[in-house]
């Protein structure tokens, strides 16, 4: 088939590699020149594993790279891949993708035949419908279910991971409101998947679809702060969290993912999705308890580790490393790392901060400019009086003897990846 991808970050990209791995032919259409001109060279602007050699291997044969949305109307359906960031009071902002969506339209006004528009973006039922949808059928003069439809396909791709999750994912949720072409297109792009190996379908209305990432996400999300919260009880305790956990992952009906008890969740979806949903939810009337809940223990379980490490070093003036600033190991992200509340508070206690992370170096210091960053763990922890390993990096499992150039060794392990050893005063966050 022939696809459009508008929007080329994290989800855009590696839709289009991946699809265009699947032997469809593929335009990526961005509004930033830069990003479309490393796509025409085989060059990514993110970093995800697997995604560099697709990207490479395909650029300038079955993906293509433009600045101009009207290549949307040379193909048979157009991916809305465009972030929905979060405002102030956690709602969604749609403006980038309600401009997306009104491009398209435009494009697609003088095009003969049926057009499918897919929306990919992570964005609530409402504004699909009350927003989205009208936004293309002004840009276009056609109407929604006639010249042209609108399909809901949320992704499930875990920074890290995203390659092999859209290749062997768990389902593909279609959601059409039954429009049987939109259905064909979307059984045919996807087919090599869904026959080859054996990917299960669900196939529902728009407005279930969209709800269907978020309402994920929010589960996940709380899994992982109850299984924080139950943490920071066994650590009362002095009971080691995970080897209750690994009890509990035991009983089907619990599960054994997302039981790694922590710092917390960051990243692009379930900090802005939790928020998104609550927000949504008291707009409506509903008080969503458990998901603000969620959202609460998450968010205090960097004071946590603060504490921790308030318990044996007073910081101020002092060296503190921070390792780990991505949100999570194997991606650069930094949306909603956890190391940020660290750095604000080790600021706000008057440390002399010093970071490393194997990828995010840069993109922390365009936000934490008054801070040192040095380029490996090892010249992180020389000196330092304390340590905070805040993301779950493999290289921070063989830390050894760089511990001894501390000039106080206090380890303090938000993703239970330090040994402990004769010589360090070792604090686990939940353990």
Known sequence: MNVSVVGSGYVGTTLSACLA?????VTAIDVDEETVERLDAGETTIHQPGLDPLVSAYAGSRLKATT???AAADTDLTFLAVGTPATEDGSIDPSGLLAAAE???????DKDGYHLVVVKSTVLPDIIEDELIPAIERASGKTDGEEFGVAVNPEFLREGSAVDDFMDPDRIVIGTDGDPRALQQLAELYEPLITDWDVPTVETGRREAAMIKYASNAFL???????????????????DTYAVADAMGMDDRIGERFLNSGVGWGGSCFPKETAALAAAARDNDYRPAMIEAAIEVNDGQPERMLELLDSHVDSEAKRIAVLGLAFKAGTD?????????IIEGLQNRGADIVAYDPLANEAMAEQYTDIEYVDSAAEALDGAYGVAVVTDWPEFTDLYEEFDEM???VVVDGRRIISRRDGLTYEGLTW
């Not at 999300?221 to 002095?238: P, Q, T, W």
């Not at 992200?333 to 509340?341: E, N, T, V, W």
């Open 333 to 341: 992200d930094i949306r909603g790392s956890r190391a940020k509340p």
């Open 21 to 25: 791995d699947l032997g469809h032919d």
């Open 407 to 409: 000039a106080d060794p």
């Open 68 to 70: 101009d949305h009207a």
């Open 221 to 239: 999300a709380a899994k992982v702060s109850l299984i924080n919260d139950l943490g920071n009880i066994c650590k009362e305790f002095g009971v």
């Open 103 to 109: 491009d398209v339209g435009e494009a697609i006004a």
